[in-house]
């Protein structure tokens, strides 16, 4: 009887890798849920360039209609109010990385009880979720300060934005930017509430998310302001928070709900370590005693990947034998891009929350 096995550099095994790599990746990535392809998704997946030629998705928004309107007696032919399309634009790029090992035909695989191979895997597949999450969060919290745009989805991070008569950005206390926030400024429910105040007034609404048939919106949390959320025992906020899961929304099928904190004022909270620290108004350093809180609503971010890397196999795959098959390299890489969403001048789904914390 034989036995089919898959080697290095086997078609099917690049491609099955691929797969299961990708996998990996999204089973630890704790913003995968935010991610779908229609327009209630607060990371909206742009599906035209996995279709054809492109290294650019151009995408619009066109803006509610303000004007007063007719009734009798007045002329309605020749008055009426022009369209206002606003645009945007997501580029992508190739994004990758490699990991080396001694190949199983050496010395070194025979002493530990490990596949370096799969070890490769691994690693690249803990790579990729650690720069995704790190790419959505310096580009919904608006960290200019990080340049490099292989920690910005290959796209520019624009700051948290302002337009005429509502803000994309409010701070704990009286503080006005992040420099001047003070110990007495940490992370309460109420900045929660004038998030989505400020989220649901204007003539630039944050659209919230249908999540079990109800309108939500979605905030994360540094681990500082998670704990200064937790400590803040004032009216036993901290048990009304916990206590939202089981209020008619059933959480095994909303993986949103999955990891999170609890629930305030229709706000699902999460928390991560990557949401980023304030930026100085003035010098445009880095801040390091605040933290930049965001709540999000639908197509707050978009994404797009390159032709071919559409369903389970959004990376390439290759594996190279080296110095007479005695090394290996493992490379996995994308054609992708991530950006924040801005019409106009103004984040689309992003309200910031900045507040003291020096963790």
């Known amino acids: 009887m034989s036995y089919g096995s898959f080697g290095v550099n086997d078609a099917n095994?690049?491609?099955l890798w691929s797969k299961f790599m990708a996998e990996a990746e999204r089973e630890s990535l704790e913003i995968a849920p935010l991610i779908g392809d229609d327009d209630n998704a607060i990371i909206h997946q742009k599906v035209e360039t996995e279709k054809g030629p492109g290294d650019a998705v151009t995408f619009n928004l066109r803006a509610r209609p303000q004007e007063d309107g007719f009734t009798e007696s007045e002329t309605a032919e020749g008055n009426g109010e022009a369209l206002s399309i606003f645009s945007d634009k997501l580029l992508i790029n190739e994004l990758g990385h490699v990991m080396a090992a001694p190949s199983e035909n050496t010395i070194d695989q025979q002493r530990v009880p490990f596949n370096l191979r799969a070890q490769c895997k691994n690693g690249l597949a803990d790579w990729w979720s650690d720069r995704k999450s790190v790419t959505f969060f310096n580009q919904v919290c608006g960290f200019t300060p990080q340049t490099n745009t292989k920690y910005t989805g290959l796209n520019g991070?624009?700051?948290?934005?302002?337009?005429?008569g509502f803000t994309r950005q409010i701070w704990q206390g009286s503080a006005t930017d992040d420099q001047t926030l003070s110990s007495n400024d940490p992370f309460t429910v109420s900045m929660i509430d004038r998030a989505v105040e400020v989220a649901r007034t204007g003539n630039s609404i944050v659209r919230p998310v249908n999540v079990g048939g109800k309108k939500k919106h979605v905030a994360y949390l540094s681990e500082g302001q998670v704990t200064a959320l937790r400590t803040d025992a004032?009216?036993?906020r901290w048990n009304d928070i916990t206590k939202y899961a089981y209020s008619g929304v059933d959480v095994s099928k909303n993986p949103i709900y999955d990891g999170s904190l609890g629930e305030w004022n229709n706000v699902?909270?999460?928390?991560?370590?990557?949401?980023?620290?304030?930026?100085?108004?003035?010098?445009?350093?880095?801040d390091s005693e605040s933290r930049r809180a965001v709540l999000l609503g639908a197509?707050?971010?978009?994404?797009?990947?390159?032709?071919?890397?559409?369903g389970p196999n959004k990376y390439r795959w290759n594996e190279e034998l080296l110095d007479h098959k005695r090394k290996l390299e493992c490379s996995a890489w994308a054609i992708w891009g991530l950006k924040k969403t801005v019409f106009n001048g103004t984040d689309y789904g992003v309200v910031v929350m900045s507040t003291y914390s020096a963790t």
């Open 157 to 164: 991070v624009t700051a948290p934005a302002a337009g005429s």
């Open 13 to 15: 095994a690049v491609k």
């Open 234 to 236: 004032t009216n036993g």
């Open 299 to 310: 197509q707050a971010a978009g994404i797009a990947f390159g032709m071919k890397q559409n």
């Open 268 to 286: 699902i909270l999460r928390r991560s370590q990557d949401v980023t620290r304030g930026v100085h108004s003035g010098t445009g350093a880095v």
